[in-house]
């Protein structure tokens, strides 16, 4: 069975082929990051209107890549949710137009379950049940993974998550967007003792995420220093303090949550998951302790088609019947990833 998988929920638009027989023939990626610099985030409506332009030339060379017709597609999955409305709106009239077109059945996929479950396209994938720490754009949540659909809340984000933390820092020392890399990069120069920057959480003996307190105060160490007079070796210096916060939070509740399920394999998606001192962190740790890590590859961090397209395959591979002839434009721009059922 090949499946089509459409993703268009923010900034990036990604179209991909999967096979359940051959594994995944094919994505194409195009992402609006330069774009929305200039105004420091995302714009919504630039944001919608770039997918429509990108959509159809993404989706001819996906079947091109794949060295198929487009009447070869047994299905369709697209994001229905969550992300921007009039984003997810493109992709679902690009995904059920071409659905009724071809007549083809479509399937509306959670976008946080597609980064759920990106992991396991690589080579060496886990197998259920495990520990996933997702960690996207406004998400941070840790839950136990029994199967496609069998999600189980552990912990989550209070206030900021981790990806808005880090873009938000980022903004606050002068760097460009997307904030995460920027100041990721810039922590790699930075003196590790020069700022001890709190942990908020850390201590909370539960498994639930706070980062406001941190943006707070990278916001207070700029303040003292004075913005025009933070030399760039400071700025690696606080990028070095928050980087180290962030990483000992998310690492510890990782560890706890492996203690509290009894699991051995932890897995790590989303943007974040791309971070280089994260998974030394997490590398190290599960050296330490005897588990696994597994990471989704660097291309699959970011929203992607391919985990769109494969994360329908794995439902339908379930149930043939999850996908239908349905072809009005449903979107649902807020989704708890917990009320996925098993289908």
């Not at 229905?80 to 479509?106: M, N, W």
């Not at 941190?214 to 303040?223: D, G, P, R």
Request: aromatic content about 6%; glycine content about 10%; proline content about 5%.
């Amino acid at each position: 069975m090949i499946v089509l998988g459409v993703e268009s929920s923010c900034d990036e638009t990604g179209l991909a082929l999967y096979d359940t027989d051959r594994g995944l023939l094919s994505h194409a990626l195009y992402s609006q990051v330069a774009m929305h610099e200039e105004y420091g985030g995302v714009v919504p409506e630039l944001a919608s209107r770039d997918h429509i332009r990108r959509a159809i030339p993404l989706l001819e060379e996906a079947l091109a890549g794949a060295a198929i017709a487009p009447q070869a597609i047994d299905a369709i999955a697209y994001t229905q949710g969550p992300g921007l409305a009039g984003a997810l709106l493109v992709g679902s009239s690009i995904a059920c137009s071409l659905g009724l077109a071809l007549d083809k059945p479509v399937l509306g996929i959670h976008h946080l379950e597609g980064h759920l479950l990106s992991p396991l396209l690589a080579s060496d994938p886990p197998e259920f049940p495990f520990v996933a720490l997702l960690v996207s754009g406004g998400h941070t949540q840790l839950m136990r993974v029994d199967g496609v659909g069998q999600y189980e809340m552990l912990g989550e984000t209070v206030d900021d998550a981790a990806g808005e933390a880090f873009d938000k820092s980022a903004k606050l020392l002068g760097l460009g967007y997307p904030g995460g890399p920027a100041i990721s990069r810039l922590a790699e120069f930075g003196d590790p003792q020069a700022y001890k920057l709190p942990r908020p959480m850390l201590h909370s003996k539960d498994l639930n995420f706070s980062f406001s307190g941190l943006k707070t105060a990278v916001l207070t160490v700029v303040k003292k220093a004075g913005t025009a007079n933070v030399c760039e070796q400071d700025k690696a210096n606080i990028a070095r303090g928050f980087v180290d916060a962030i990483v000992d939070v998310l690492t510890a509740k990782c560890l706890a949550a492996l203690k509290q399920t009894g699991l051995k394999r932890l897995v790590i998606a989303g943007g974040v998951g791309a971070n280089s001192q994260l998974r030394a962190a997490l590398n190290a740790a599960a050296a330490k302790k005897r588990f696994r890590v597994y990471y989704p590859e660097l291309e699959f961090c970011t929203d992607n088609g391919a985990m769109i397209a494969f994360a329908g395959a794995m439902r339908l591979m379930i149930n043939p019947q999850a996908a239908q002839r349905d072809y009005g434009f449903n979107v649902r721009p807020r989704w708890p990833l917990d009320e996925l059922k098993v289908v």
